[in-house]
């Protein structure tokens, strides 16, 4: 894929004004070829956002950027419709929920079903409600229960562990992916003591107006979408669009960012967290601050690092092969801020290990730490 192209992508992706992608876009429309742009724009899931662009211009072009924009529009549409279903019904059981991601951002923050394309809802919940809402999910809003990746197995408890479950169910036609946790990243190498805590979150969430439905703080919701990118190698499906979401929480919430930058700190997450905020910035001129980055900078062997896995990789084409499955492992251990934090990853201490697998007693640690190893070298989603 040429400059031209990628150009168009970044554009149409950013949270810029409508009116001032259509000059710009103007320009480079004239330099591709339309059919070519919709096949690249179509993988990393941009063409509603490029038809967006074209439905407000007075460009002539084909029909079938009509046709994704409509369909973005109306599988979206039933999501959202959906998410207003379930916040009503748990909210009628005394339980609060947490739209995450680009969720939240949908249905608050940006409203443009069209140019918000998502594969689940994802949902946060406090620890003590979680196995209500479960229940409630499954008996009253008629979802099945069922993990998507065939490495997970339908077992609550397990799940529980695991920081959440997924359901799906159809409506409208659409096959429905709900995601419920109550950690708010739960991925196999982020570890509790460096994820947020969900109950935090919840209490400092901000209440939708005219829904049941809740969105996080700016500066908490910032840091989720940060770290999920990352959780996505920043370039593993749907790498590329999962971008939108720091830049679209930037540009549309007030940031306190004394506050977001003491958070991430805290956590010990300023590796993974800066090239989030890079390369949302260096693709969709996100304005983040040039302070924030030089504050967030990691030491210069994991910078050097990244990058050349990430160039290597790749930022566009999800379809791609993006890591072998040394240099994925290799490219996680560089997301940690320190040697002590790549240990802890790997070799995780007795009250984080207990969180996801069920151990017991100390003396059990050699045993899972061999399971844990054998977790993070073949139970791992798409490379």
Not at 205 to 227: F, H, M, T
Request: proline share 4%.
């Amino acid at each position: 894929m040429n400059k031209d192209y990628k150009k168009i992508l970044n554009l149409a992706l950013s949270g810029l004004h409508i009116e001032e992608k259509i000059i710009p876009f103007e320009i480079l429309w004239s330099k591709v070829n339309e059919e070519s742009l919709f096949s690249h724009a179509q993988v990393d899931e941009v063409a509603s956002h490029i038809a967006y662009i074209l439905k407000s211009s007075n460009f002539e072009y084909a029909s079938y950027w009509d046709n994704e924009y409509k369909e973005v529009d109306q599988r979206v549409s039933v999501l959202m419709y959906v998410l207003d279903e379930v916040g009503t019904k748990l909210k009628e059981n005394d339980i609060e929920i947490v739209a995450l991601k680009n969720a939240g951002i949908a249905k608050a923050i940006f409203k443009n079903n069209a140019c918000s394309p998502m594969g689940d809802l994802d949902l946060l919940v406090r620890s003590k409600d979680f196995r209500n809402a479960h229940e409630i999910i499954l008996k009253e809003l008629g979802f099945s229960f069922k993990f998507r990746s065939e490495f997970e197995e339908e077992d609550l408890e397990d799940a529980f562990r695991g920081g959440g479950t997924e359901y799906y169910k159809i409506v409208e036609g659409y096959k429905v992916w709900l995601e419920l946790q109550w950690r708010p990243i739960a991925g196999r190498w982020i570890q509790p003591h460096n994820e947020p805590n969900g109950n935090e979150l919840m209490s400092n969430s901000i209440e939708v107006e005219g829904s049941a439905v809740r969105i996080l703080s700016p500066e908490d919701n910032l840091l989720q979408v940060a770290l999920h990118t990352a959780k996505h190698s920043y370039v593993r499906a749907p790498g590329y669009r999962l971008h939108s979401d720091v830049d679209r929480v930037v540009r549309f919430q007030e940031i306190d960012w004394n506050n977001f930058e003491q958070k991430v700190l805290k956590l010990g997450l300023k590796t993974a967290v800066y090239f989030s905020l890079y390369f949302s910035k260096k693709l969709l001129d996100t304005p983040i601050p040039d302070k924030i980055l030089i504050n967030l900078r990691p030491i210069w062997y994991r910078e050097r690092l990244i990058k050349y896995f990430i160039k290597k990789a790749g930022l566009y084409n999800q379809n791609k092969k993006k890591f072998s499955r040394v240099g994925y492992i290799i490219f996680n251990l560089s997301l940690y801020d320190s040697i002590k934090e790549n240990l802890k990853a790997i070799f995780p201490p007795f009250d984080s290990l207990k969180i996801k697998y069920p151990i017991k007693s100390k003396w059990s640690l050699p045993y899972f730490y061999l399971i844990r190893i054998k977790d993070l070298l073949f139970k791992r989603a798409k490379l």
